[in-house]
């Protein structure tokens, strides 16, 4: 071959070779880096990973996103992890293991799910956070949520609202109040807290409103949040805390509760009425009469759950933050759907950073659910609106006893 020949087949070669590197690295999927190759496709097995089967809400994320899949042609595998951050660990490896092309996780805990989701995208499973983001770990592909700080933001407006703090009220007399922020093991939490503490700070800072327990003051920040965290959500736990407070807040009169969550905020009343018998939902807290020692506080919520239903319709429990958690479900199967297409997901939302990278975020609208609604609020009935719960449930929910 004559030298001028063996350059322009050299030449051919290497066209060819930087051809086939361009279209693999266009079909594949960037991972810290490095490329890998995205085969997910319709008909394959998507792996959802939920936290437990004891709430309400998770049993409606889980049917939702296997009812949305299967609909758009996947198969599916659910497990629920107890809340076991371990439990969750070993469920993702078998799901993976099954052959699962994408892993759906609720995290229990964002941090120590890492390692499972790690092993998962490097066995080229696409990663999704669900709800709650996971932290520290260049292993996620996508996080889908609702608009965490709206949540806070509802809650505390409820109480400054109803006390009349921007019209002066607890300039003369304080009104106390009680904090609670969500689980210390859930990135979500602290979105919350911040929402809401945002809005009250001030009103610390005024005077207006006062902690009895001495935890939360004016210097508190959002980084001390985990100080009035209530560990896995727990119930109990939330009313062993308000047991602690009612001590100190003795036969003073109390004005709200700021609760991220209606099953602490359940906790909440069982101790105030266990300590405080005098208090009654009959005899709701009055701006107009601060003084008054038997009044029952604003206490707020979130989720919708069956007991605040029932708690707010009978004046026990102020609103709850309701998240449409079928938006989710839908927003998850779209995204699948776009990568099996072999579309690359974008989202308008700024994208949120879990320690080690940004990741694509898709932030969905929460609403305030009231007895008696003005303005944006929502009447509790939209949770039979939008499918959440029944219509016999709802009629069962509202002739329940309250506080149970």
């Given amino acids: 071959m004559k030298l ?99 892993i759906v996780v609720a ?44 949540t806070g933001i509802l809650e505390a407006q409820t109480i400054i609202n109803r006390l009349g703090l921007e019209n002066g009220g607890g300039k003369e007399t304080p009104y106390n109040i009680a904090l609670f922020a969500g689980s210390d093991d859930d990135n979500n939490a602290p979105y919350f807290f911040k929402g809401a503490w945002d809005l009250l700070q001030p009103y610390f800072e005024s005077g207006q409103l006062v902690d009895p327990s001495g935890i939360v003051t004016k210097d508190f920040t959002v980084e001390d949040w985990k100080k009035i965290s209530v560990h896995a959500w ?79 319709y009978y004046g026990a429990q102020e609103q709850t933050v309701f998240k449409n958690i079928a938006l989710l479900s839908e927003q998850t199967t779209a995204l699948i759907v776009d990568i099996a297409d072999g579309k690359t997901p974008q989202s308008e939302e700024t994208p949120m950073n879990n320690g080690k990278k940004d990741v694509p975020t898709w932030l969905m609208p929460s609403d305030e659910l009231v007895k008696n609604p003005t303005g944006e609020q929502k009447d509790l009935y939209y949770v039979v609106e939008t499918g959440f719960i029944s219509e016999e449930q709802y009629q069962k929910n509202i002739k329940a006893p309250i506080i149970d």
């Fill in 4 to 102: 001028k020949q063996w350059f322009k087949m050299a030449g051919l070669l290497l066209v060819t070779l930087l051809f086939s590197i361009v279209l693999t690295a266009c079909g594949s999927a960037t991972r810290g880096g490095v490329f890998a190759e995205n085969t997910l496709q319709k008909g394959d097995l998507i792996g959802i990973s939920m936290p437990t089967k004891a709430d309400q809400r998770w049993n409606m994320d889980g049917g939702n996103l296997v009812k949305a899949l299967e609909a758009q042609g996947f198969k599916t595998k659910l497990a629920y992890a107890n809340n076991s951050p371990s439990q969750q660990s070993t469920d993702i490896n078998n799901l993976v293991a099954a052959g699962a092309k994408a």
């Fill in 107 to 150: 995290s229990v805990d964002g941090t120590a799910v890492g390692p499972a989701v790690k092993q998962a995208s490097d066995n080229g499973a696409i990663v999704i956070a669900y709800d709650r983001l996971i932290m520290n770990t260049e292993a996620v592909d996508y996080y889908v949520t609702f608009d965490l700080e709206r």
């Fill in 234 to 312: 727990d119930q109990s736990q939330a009313q062993k805390q308000m047991d602690a407070f009612m001590v100190k807040l003795g036969n003073q009169p109390l004005a709200a509760v700021l609760s991220p969550y209606d099953a602490i905020s359940l906790g909440a009343m069982k101790s105030i009425k266990n300590a405080r018998p005098d208090m009654s939902p009959n005899n709701p807290f009055d701006a107009s009469n601060p003084s008054n020692k038997s009044a029952w506080p604003i206490i707020t919520g979130q989720d919708g759950m069956d007991i605040a239903i029932t708690n707010i």
